[in-house]
């Protein structure tokens, strides 16, 4: 919980919005999600913009229900509870938990070369999100945005042109940025990326051993 | 304290208006959690000792008034985001279900009653209308020895209220493009930024309440 305190980049008011009103691919809200929890800042601006969906239901207009819904509902309830889910021990926050099966040792990365493996999580086809190992020193190659990328550090750290991101912050790139992050000496670094982009792998490997080639 | 007395209210507000000491009285009551005595000094009709009374004593009279209140609600705010009157009525009742289950989750320190049904209907419909799973973050719950203090709860619902008196005073076109957000019609990408609402307290007394409960977990 140290990293909570040493968060510097945040996620944007726009995708705060977007979330708490649920108009968030999945992914995105994956990434979300994890961001809130671990840090406190962005979760209480959620919470804020969640009370604005409160004060619109309750100033809303009232559709009428069915005579009998009330006493459809209370039958619904004496059905039974709901279940809840045995508390797992993981190194990864609640959110993600549920998307990698259990813990980072579950993962089954895929390695996309030089090193860099990824694995890409099971979510709605609007937005891609995937687990990024970058090992540490190694870069990333310069890639544009064609849409939104959100990219949390979960491990290690990684810098590029723009800052150093260490875990708990959260880079939000859009259309205008090409950078070339590298991960930072001394630990590897585990990210969770989601783009609203189509992922291109073929061209993605390519592009991927491009600058070691270069060396 | 003035500025808490002289607020207008609408259900669960009332207690602003109580003589000081009443008030002192009460908060005193309401850290102990004796609903019984709490329900002789205020009026049955605040949202969040109905949902106490749900958690509490599986009331199903409080239910059934707190349904008669919200579930038309929550019908219209479906029916807005897309759901067909056949599904809204469908979906409505399955918020009204899992509220009662999830009482006990419900904290007044961080959310109005509003605020959290809201969110389990947004839910919904993510899951019946958008077909897709919601991820939402660790879940923060004050452990057996504490609770929020009602102090916390006083000041968060009456923030609350503020937003929604805000929110009606904003010019129509900017409230009317707020609501479509949050009826799913807008793309993240199309949301405005700045909403106009006055949200700096709020947000301030969120993160108190949520480095409080940090430290209950500790
Ligand atoms: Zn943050």
């Keep these: 919980m140290n990293e909570m305190t040493q968060i510097k980049h945040h996620l944007t008011d726009q995708i705060l919005i977007g979330y708490s009103a649920g108009t968030l691919p999945e992914a995105f809200s994956l990434v979300v999600a994890t961001h809130l929890s671990m840090c406190d800042t962005c979760r209480a601006s959620a919470q804020a913009y969640e009370a604005i969906g409160g004060s619109i239901l309750d100033t809303e207009t009232q559709t009428t229900l069915e005579a009998d819904a009330l006493a459809g509902t209370l039958a619904m309830i004496a059905k039974g509870s709901i279940a809840t889910k045995p508390t797992v021990v993981s190194d990864v926050p609640t959110p993600l938990r549920d998307y990698v099966g259990g813990s980072l040792r579950d993962v089954k990365w895929r390695s996309v070369g030089m090193g860099v493996r990824q694995a890409v999580l099971k979510t709605s086809k609007t937005a891609t999100a995937r687990l990024l190992y970058i090992p540490a020193g190694a870069i990333v190659p310069d890639h544009g945005h064609r849409g939104t990328e959100l990219t949390l550090v979960l491990q290690g750290a990684f810098r590029d042109e723009t800052a150093l991101f260490s875990a708990g912050d959260v880079e939000v790139a859009n259309e205008d940025l090409n950078h070339t992050p590298v991960a930072e000496i001394g630990e590897d670094c585990i990210c969770l990326a989601a783009t609203d982009a189509p992922l291109r792998f073929n061209s993605w490997i390519p592009r991927i051993a491009q600058p070691f080639l270069r060396i | ?218």
């Design chain 2, 1 to 218: 304290m003035l500025k808490i007395l002289d607020r207008p209210q609408e259900p669960g507000a009332f207690v602003y208006q109580l003589p000081y000491i009443e008030f002192r009285r009460f908060q005193l009551l309401y850290q102990k959690a004796i609903i019984s005595v709490v329900k002789k000094i205020v009026p049955q009709n605040t949202w969040v000792q109905h949902l106490r009374r749900i958690q509490l004593d599986q009331d199903q009279k409080a239910f059934a008034e707190l349904f008669g209140y919200f579930a038309p609600r929550v019908k219209a705010f479906l029916m807005k985001s897309g759901a067909s009157p056949s599904m809204a009525e469908e979906c409505t009742q399955e918020v009204m279900v899992t509220l009662w289950h999830k009482a006990h989750l419900f904290d007044p320190s961080r959310a109005s009653v509003a605020t959290w049904i809201f969110t389990i209907a947004r839910n919904k419909r993510i899951d019946a209308l958008r077909k897709q799973r919601r991820p939402e973050p660790e879940d923060l719950q004050w452990g057996p020895e504490s609770e929020p203090e009602a102090s916390d709860i006083l000041v968060l619902q009456q923030e609350a209220n503020l937003i929604t008196q805000a929110m009606s005073a904003l010019p129509s076109q900017q409230r009317d493009l707020i609501k479509k957000a949050y009826f799913g019609d807008l793309s993240h990408s199309e949301i405005a930024v700045e909403t106009g609402l006055p949200l700096g307290t709020i947000k301030s007394r969120l993160r108190l309440a949520l480095s409080k409960l940090r430290k209950t977990m500790k």
